[in-house]
């Protein structure tokens, strides 16, 4: 069948489902199996009727021997729902995928509790085809229930892993468990330690007593992930919170939004080919960008954007001139501005509040920056606020109140720059940093401290990783200092927040592939603190990994004010690996960062000026 031989296929077909049907029953594994490669036959041959038959019989037993949220009774829904669309029955095509999303919403919600991050990342991304044929039906269908359809799928599916995960920590941190406080600390630990040893490679301890550091690094990821895998057994004991939300609807999301705001979600999705006579070819079509535009009246629209691997070039180049001072970036900004907003400013209508949910590569655009045909820019347009998902509006302020008054942290004593570059440990990429002194964020520090009532200012040598960790839930974090993303494209600044390596040889740029990294890529960004130079048996840096067991559940506000802090790896449906996934796992409601390399006098008094106005509203 998948060869597309479906002359060929469907006798044999045929004798296979006589012999399972003669030997165990109509309703055995294998028969109905058979079944299902039969209507994928039949679908194939443009016998949609036929196939659609087939498909609905094996529902019907497999809702009766495993139940109707069972995964090979859902994934049957889909196919079923795939041959009505191509029968042209659209309406009863979305009915069908109504019906199956409904059935994995109940089951979903228990596979994500408990195991680790990848893990429930995993469960996540076995069901991306499932988006890709709501989103398709409904970008070929201008009905608004398949609008409606795939909406409330991408509301329930993006960022779903991490929802979860972050969840979790917040349940475990509320937990009255006695073994719950024991627990975060573990996995803090094994984080510091992992996040120390990739990055800056064994202590001169270990180095002289041989010490392996790959099969250190899996020892230590294995105990993490056990600490972590701990959590739902923590969580389902007496004391534990353990709590499951209601489903996600369009009209929940609807009460939440602002008078005068529309929501944008943006989805990276593959269109289903109909017609197809494989699978193969059935999926084969180039990945594309669709938005979907919700108001607040519930109304719902859809616009394509075009495919992805165009956008995301022109995404990168629109980082790379930005990145560099001596580049104009008004062309790029322009192009994008084409390419995205122009598409979306039908849907917007007269709404200047827009909330905007992207996706892929587009986490990593500031929209306020893009140019449009006139040579206005966005920003005196609309007003952006960024978010995972419009899922993130219905927990808005579900986090409790802050413990403690607000904290900033500024001007860290990073201690002595490493020599030389031939240092050992010379493949691990921090032994090469040189954090420079930030004379511009003593200032701020200074000025901010004394706009925020009650603030702990922590500089110097009291501005550490430590202090960090020892924190409970501030009103307000603020930290200025170096922020690093280990990106091999990246230009080191003499004048920025960001950082510098020792020496220009190629082996000592921030290649991931020399830091002997487990696989989690919140290892390659995070901050700067106190002997960030020194290199010691305490680690100056923490890393995005780390910073996610932080205790900051009720913490209204962070400021990063460093560079890059925005960036990361992207992931398509789950946003951006790195400090900004780590500050919402660790229970911030709300997070400011930048997007590429700063200058540390300006950004002095931006940041300066952004917390007194702040502090005018009451925020």
């Known amino acids: 069948v998948e ?22 029953g109509a309703d055995t594994s294998a028969a109905l199996s058979i079944r299902v490669n039969l209507g994928a036959l039949l679908a194939r041959s443009g016998d949609f009727n036929g196939a659609i038959a087939e498909f609905q019989r094996v529902v019907a037993a497999r809702k009766r021997l495993l139940g109707p949220s069972h995964d090979s009774v859902l994934s049957v829904q889909v196919s079923t729902a795939v041959a009505q669309w191509e029968a042209g029955l659209a309406p009863r095509a979305a009915e069908t995928l109504n019906e199956a999303f409904e059935a994995r919403e109940k089951s979903i919600s228990s596979l994500l509790h408990g195991g680790t ?30 609008r409606r359809l795939a909406l409330t799928k991408l509301l329930r599916t993006k960022g779903r892993a991490l929802d979860a995960t972050a969840g979790m920590m917040t349940a475990l941190r509320r937990s009255s468990n006695d073994l719950a406080p024991a627990l975060l600390e573990s996995m803090g630990h094994y984080r510091k330690a992992i996040a120390r040893l990739a990055l800056e490679g064994p202590s001169a301890k270990d180095s002289s007593a041989g010490v392996d ?28 919170t353990r709590a499951e939300g209601a489903a996600t609807t369009i009209e929940r999301v609807v009460r939440a939004l602002p008078s005068d705001s529309v929501l944008v979600e943006i989805v990276a999705y593959t269109p289903i080919r109909l017609g197809a006579k494989s699978k193969g070819e059935q999926w084969s079509t180039p990945r594309r960008y669709a938005a979907f535009a919700l108001q607040t009246g519930g109304e719902v629209a ?19 001139v930005l990145s560099n001072p001596d580049s104009n970036p008004r062309e790029a900004a322009q192009r994008l501005y084409a390419e995205v907003l122009a598409p979306l400013r039908g849907l917007i209508g007269a709404k200047r509040h827009v909330l905007i949910a992207a996706d892929g590569s587009l986490n990593l655009v500031p929209f306020a920056a893009l140019i449009d045909e006139k040579g206005q820019y966005a920003v005196s347009q609309y007003m952006f606020t960024y978010l995972t998902s419009g899922r993130d509006l219905v927990s808005v302020g579900s986090h409790g109140s802050s413990r403690s008054p607000p904290v900033v942290v500024a001007n860290p004593d990073f201690g002595n720059a490493p020599g030389s570059a031939s240092s050992p440990g010379s493949g691990f990429v921090l032994r090469h940093a040189r954090f420079t002194p930030l004379p511009g964020t003593a200032g701020e520090g200074e000025l901010i401290a004394k706009i925020l009532p009650g603030a702990k200012l922590l500089s110097g040598r009291a501005a550490t990783v430590a202090e960090l960790r020892s924190l409970h839930a501030p009103r307000v974090l603020h930290i200025a200092t170096h922020g690093f993303f280990l990106d091999p494209t990246a230009r080191a600044t003499g004048n920025g927040r960001g950082l510098e390596l020792v020496g220009s040889a190629p082996a000592q740029r921030p290649q991931t592939t020399d830091m002997h990294l487990a696989a989690s890529p919140l290892l390659r960004s995070g901050l700067a603190l106190a002997d960030a130079n020194v290199h010691g048996d305490e680690s100056g840096f923490l890393s995005a990994y780390e910073a996610a067991t932080l205790d900051l559940l009720g913490t209204q506000l962070v400021v990063l004010s460093a560079c890059e802090t925005g960036v990361g790896t992207t992931v ?12 919402v796992l660790a229970g911030a409601e709300t997070i400011v960062m930048s997007m590429w390399k700063v200058d540390d006098e300006a950004t002095r008094d931006l940041m300066s000026s952004y917390h007194q106005k702040l502090s005018l509203i009451h925020i």
């Open 3 to 24: 060869q597309g031989r479906l002359a060929e296929a469907k006798p044999l077909l045929l004798a296979a489902l006589s012999g399972a049907e003669q030997q165990g």
């Open 117 to 146: 991050e990848d893990e429930r990342q995993a469960v996540v991304d076995a069901n991306g085809r499932e988006l890709d044929v709501a989103v398709s039906l409904s970008m070929l269908e201008a009905g608004l229930p398949a």
């Open 213 to 240: 550091t790959k099969e250190a690094l899996d020892s230590l990821v294995s105990l993490s992930e056990t600490a972590e895998s701990k959590t739902m057994s923590i969580l389902d004991s007496p004391g534990g």
């Open 302 to 320: 859809t616009v394509d954007l075009g495919e992805t691997s165009k956008v995301d070039a022109d995404v990168r180049a629109l980082r790379f």
């Open 572 to 583: 398509d449906g789950e946003g951006v690996y790195g400090l900004r996934r780590a500050f």
